[in-house]
């Protein structure tokens, strides 16, 4: 186990979204609940929701619906929850506290900074135009329709690389959770696992964490 502040400097930052830059479980977890209600579901908690995320939102309904995509409601919910999300995704979610400075100072040190996520393809945009768009250089999401396969696969990864004209040597990943360790593995990346996010440091080290970071700052050390 090895500490960030120990590690080599990097030319380029891939980060995941949902729990690493963005704190969105508030708003992930209301349109989970409202689409849910409209259509006669029980409800979750938020720290449910928490053990859902991290690997798309269809994934996040299906382990939210009872009986998941065997429900025979599965698809109207899962297109009220897109629909209600896509309206409210920013009701309530917020940068983690220190994210912007660090964004900012890692684009004066003259860094290549981009998003990748399982959240829906105009989502991770939407979400970056508003809080990054000063320093998020390239956002993918969830595009399967386009040929680029969500997270673990290291298609999105590849993909913002090549929007940003950058190699994979000098790169790391910095994600929260399990999907993000193999995403940064099967890319050939090394990985940066957050503490403040979805996932706590018994959950990563379980999955192959080997590096981390306990704040933001840690990143710019």
């Keep these: 186990m090895r500490n960030f502040a120990a590690m080599k ?3 380029t930052y891939i980060f995941d ?12 977890t209301a349109s989970v609940n409202f689409a849910l209600r409209q259509h006669g579901m029980a409800e979750h908690s938020t720290d449910d929701v928490r053990r859902f995320v991290g690997n798309g939102v269809r994934l996040l309904m299906t382990r939210a619906i009872p009986g998941g995509e065997e429900n025979p409601d599965f698809e109207p919910t899962f297109q009220t929850f897109r629909e209600h999300y896509m309206a409210h995704s920013l ?27 399982n959240k829906l393809h105009a989502a991770t945009q939407e979400l970056c135009r508003h809080f990054f768009a000063d320093t998020i250089e390239a956002a993918i999401g969830e595009n399967e329709a386009a040929g680029v396969r969500k997270k673990p696969a ?8 090549r929007q940003l004209g950058a190699s994979r040597e000098g790169a790391v990943y910095v994600g929260d959770s399990d999907v993000d360790i193999a995403t940064a593995r099967n890319a050939g990346l090394p990985c940066i696992s957050v503490l403040w996010g979805f996932r706590d440091r018994d959950f990563l080290l379980a999955h192959g964490a080997t590096a981390f970071a306990a704040t933001p700052r840690e990143l710019i050390l």
């Design 9 to 11: 400097a990097y030319d």
């Design 17 to 28: 979204l949902d729990g690493t830059l963005l704190n969105t479980l508030n708003d992930l």
């Design 154 to 161: 290291p298609d999105t990864v590849a993909e913002a690389l």
């Design 91 to 117: 009701d309530t979610t917020l940068p983690y506290p220190g994210i912007p400075e660090v964004l900012a100072e890692l684009r004066r040190r003259g860094k290549r900074l981009a998003v990748v996520s």
